[in-house]
């Protein structure tokens, strides 16, 4: 059984449509066909089957897409495993958010650069979503990506997740700001001023619209931003409010509310594709991530 035939049933899969396998895979829709096709002959089974204009899989199609995972991280860690001994060297294609760059892949760099210069990182700033989807795509090779313990997210079973750090939010504020409290008691102070959600990933806007349910109205968002400088803009000229972390300094027309009682924390997390940590570049930058 080719296992790149495989790899065109497990996208179809995910993506749903051959048109859209071919773009990801870099080929055209009739070589998708022909390949799940042979595919299908070699197993002896039908693999899809008519859905209106387009094809779904077959149940049997399903459960071999299931075995593809496994199989295809195999044949990965097979291929890394060649030869373990040897220096790292290859480029690490990286897409994270902009906190996680800072705060753990440029101290990496640095270190990378001084005791390892044969491993270089190729790094663009992307939200989970959007790295994720260049993980997919493999056009790159590690993704730092993040949610919110009050908005887990959910990935792909063909990716490996694994925890990098967690930090505490708090709701930023006009200052000066009243008295606190628990989350709730917090958010109820806030109730009638615009919110800030963020313009790229939806965890921020989820936690903000959990949080109010609890305290009981439907928050008002108005603003959506993705850099935190600006969200402290928009805080002073809205007057509006919106979260941020508590380990952040900010500017001193900003007051920053702890949120405790349900807690707020932001979880990162290092993803790759299953099979592929055990090369000995990524091995590396994993180890020291």
């Known amino acids: 059984m080719e296992t790149r035939r495989l790899q065109f049933l497990l996208e179809l899969s995910r993506l749903g449509s051959m048109h859209a396998v071919a773009d990801v895979l870099g080929t055209t829709t009739s070589t998708v066909s022909q390949q799940i096709a042979v595919l299908a002959r070699e197993t002896g089974t039908p693999l899809l089957e008519p859905d209106g204009r387009r094809v779904r899989l077959t149940p049997a199609g399903q459960r071999l897409a299931e075995h593809a995972v496994s199989i295809l991280a195999a044949v990965e860690a097979a ?10 060297a290859g480029t690490v294609r ?51 990506t993040y949610d919110y313990d009050l908005a887990p997210a959910t990935v792909d079973r063909a990716v490996d997740v694994a925890p990098l750090w967690t930090a505490p939010w708090g ?91 349900p807690d707020v924390r932001l979880r990162s997390f290092a993803c790759t594709r299953r099979g592929r940590a055990a090369w000995p570049p990524l091995a590396l930058v994993l180890g020291l991530l």
């Open 79 to 88: 291929r890394a495993d060649l030869d373990p001994a040897s220096e790292p």
């Open 94 to 144: 990286v897409a994270g958010f902009a906190t996680a760059i800072r705060r753990s892949l440029l101290p990496v760099a640095d270190q990378l650069a001084g005791r390892f210069p044969r491993v270089r990182l190729v790094i663009s700033e992307y939200e989970p979503a959007e790295a994720l989807a260049q993980l997919m795509a493999d056009d790159v090779d590690l993704a730092l």
């Open 171 to 261: 709701l930023g504020v006009p200052a000066p700001a009243p008295d606190g409290g628990d989350t709730l008691t917090v958010f109820r102070a806030f109730r009638d001023h615009d919110w800030i959600g963020n313009s790229r990933n939806r965890a921020d806007e989820d936690v903000l619209r959990t949080l109010a349910s609890m305290a009981g109205f439907s928050p008002r968002v108005t603003h959506r931003a993705d850099s935190l400088d600006l969200v402290e803009d928009l805080i002073v000229a809205g007057p509006g409010v919106g979260l941020l972390p508590l380990d952040r300094p900010t500017r001193p027309d900003v007051a920053l509310l702890p949120l405790t009682g």
